[in-house]
C-alpha cells in the first residue's frame, strides 16, 4: 500500500430543497434525514404532491380505514387485501388511542383545576359519564 493510497474524508449533509423549504435548525454532520411535511389537510391529487397525499391518507385521524383503504387502491392502484386492511386498521387503532391519551391528560388536568365533569364533557367532547368514568379509574382512591 502506497503513500498515494492513504485518504481522509469528511462527509457532511447538506440541505436541498425538494419540494417547498423548511428551516432546518439540526446539524448537518450527523445523518441524512429526509424532512417530509405534511398538513392536515390532503393535499390535491397531483404528481408533485403524490408522496404527500398518500402520506396524508395514510396518516389521517379524520378518515375511516375504507375512506384510505378507497383512496389508496383507486389513485395508487394499490392492491386492498386483508393483510393491508389489518394494518390500516391497527394504524388506525394506534392513532385513536394517543388521541384518547390525550383526551385523558386534558380531563384529568381540568379535574384538577377544579372543572365540574359537565364542563370537561363539553371541551372534550365526551358524555358526563364518560368523563366521570375516567376520573373515577384514575383518581387515586383515599386513604
Known amino acids: 500500500m502506497g503513500m498515494d493510497e492513504n485518504s481522509m474524508d469528511y462527509v457532511h449533509l447538506t440541505d436541498d430543497k425538494v419540494i417547498g423549504s423548511y428551516p432546518w435548525k439540526g446539524r448537518f454532520d450527523l445523518l441524512n434525514i429526509v424532512l417530509i411535511g405534511i398538513s392536515n389537510e390532503l393535499p390535491e391529487h397531483d404528481d408533485k404532491y403524490e408522496l404527500h397525499r398518500l402520506l396524508s391518507t395514510i396518516l389521517s385521524m379524520g378518515l375511516s380505514v375504507d375512506e384510505k383503504l378507497d383512496i389508496i387502491k383507486s389513485e395508487y ?3 386492498v387485501d ?3 386492511r389489518k394494518d390500516v386498521s391497527a394504524m388506525c387503532n394506534l392513532s385513536q388511542g394517543i388521541r384518547d391519551d390525550e383526551n385523558i391528560k386534558v380531563i384529568m388536568n381540568m ?3 377544579g372543572y365540574t365533569p359537565e ?3 363539553e371541551i372534550v367532547e365526551k358524555t358526563t359519564k364518560e368523563v366521570e368514568a375516567i376520573i373515577k379509574k384514575r383518581e387515586p382512591a383515599l386513604a
Open 77 to 79: 392502484r394499490i392492491p
Open 82 to 84: 386483508d393483510k393491508l
Open 111 to 113: 379535574h384538577k383545576k
Open 119 to 121: 364542563q370537561i364533557a
